[in-house]
C-alpha cells in the first residue's frame, strides 16, 4: 500500500548546490506532477508528465528540470540550488484519461540558504 | 489562463455551527476537486465534481458544483473540532493542458 513515495522528506542546500527529488507511484498511473507549496500561495504546479519519456512546464518551471525515464518514477531536479527555492514541494499522481483525483506523497520540506 | 480563487482564506468557526467556503474559477471547466491538507500533512482528497450540478457529501462536508457560475461551494454543518484544516479546491484545466490549478486554500479553525 505505498501509493507515492517521496524521498527525501527533508534537505537543506546552500546556494547554488543541486539535487534531485524523486517520486516513485506503484499504481500504474499515467499522470504525474510536480507542486510547490509555499505560505499564502496554495499548490503551485511545476512539471508534469502525462507518461513515460514526455515532460511539460507548468506555472512556475524556472530553476526546474524533470525526468520521466519510467512510468513509476518522475524526477525533479534543481541545478543551482536558490533561496526563492525554499519551499514545501509534493508530488502527486493520477489516472489515466483526466486525473479523476491526484494522490499526493508525503512532501519534501527543501530549504536553501 | 485559468485563475482559481477561494474565499474566505480563513475562517474561525464555533463548533456546531454551519458555514460555506466558497471557489471561483476564470474559465469553462465541469471537473472540481476539493482536498484537505492537515498541518504537516499531504493532500487528500475529498470530493471530485465531474459535472454541472453534482453534489457529493460525506458527513458534515457537502460540495456542490455550478459550471455556468464557475463556482463551487463546500457547506460545513454543525462543525466538529476535527474538522480543522486547510481545504483546497483544484479545477481542471482543459484544453489538453492536463493541468490542476489549485485556490490557495482555506484555513479552517473550529473552536470549542
Known amino acids: 500500500n505505498a501509493g507515492v513515495t517521496q524521498t527525501p522528506k527533508f534537505r537543506v542546500l546552500k546556494t547554488g548546490q543541486s539535487m534531485t527529488l524523486l517520486c516513485a507511484q506503484d499504481m500504474n498511473h499515467e499522470y504525474m506532477y510536480w507542486y510547490r507549496q509555499d505560505p499564502g500561495m496554495g499548490l503551485r504546479l511545476i512539471h508534469y508528465s502525462v507518461g513515460e519519456g514526455t515532460t511539460a512546464k507548468g506555472e512556475v518551471p524556472d530553476g526546474y528540470n524533470v525526468s520521466r525515464l519510467k512510468k513509476q518514477n518522475f524526477l525533479l531536479g534543481l541545478e543551482s540550488a536558490a533561496p526563492s527555492q525554499t519551499s514545501v514541494y509534493f508530488c502527486?499522481?493520477?489516472?489515466?484519461?483526466?486525473?479523476?483525483?491526484?494522490?499526493f506523497g508525503s512532501g519534501t520540506q527543501l530549504s536553501v540558504l | 489562463e485559468l485563475k482559481v480563487e477561494q474565499n474566505p482564506l480563513f475562517l474561525s468557526m464555533q463548533e456546531g455551527k454551519n458555514y460555506t467556503i466558497y471557489c471561483n474559477y476564470s474559465?469553462?471547466?465541469?471537473?472540481l476537486y476539493w482536498y484537505r491538507q492537515d498541518p504537516g500533512k499531504s493532500l487528500e482528497s475529498l470530493f471530485v465534481?465531474?459535472?454541472?450540478?453534482a453534489v457529493k457529501q460525506e458527513g458534515r462536508l457537502m460540495a456542490s458544483l455550478d459550471t455556468k457560475a464557475r463556482l463551487s461551494t463546500l457547506h460545513i454543518t454543525a462543525a466538529v473540532h476535527d474538522l480543522s484544516a486547510t481545504y483546497f479546491c483544484?479545477?481542471?484545466?482543459?484544453?489538453?493542458?492536463?493541468?490542476?490549478?489549485f485556490g490557495k486554500g482555506t484555513k479552517l479553525t473550529v473552536n470549542p
Open positions: 502527486a499522481s493520477g489516472l489515466v484519461q483526466r486525473h479523476e483525483k491526484l494522490f
Open positions: 483544484a479545477v481542471d484545466a482543459q484544453g489538453g493542458s492536463e493541468k490542476l490549478v
Open positions: 465534481l465531474l459535472s454541472n450540478g
Open positions: 474559465t469553462t471547466s465541469d471537473r
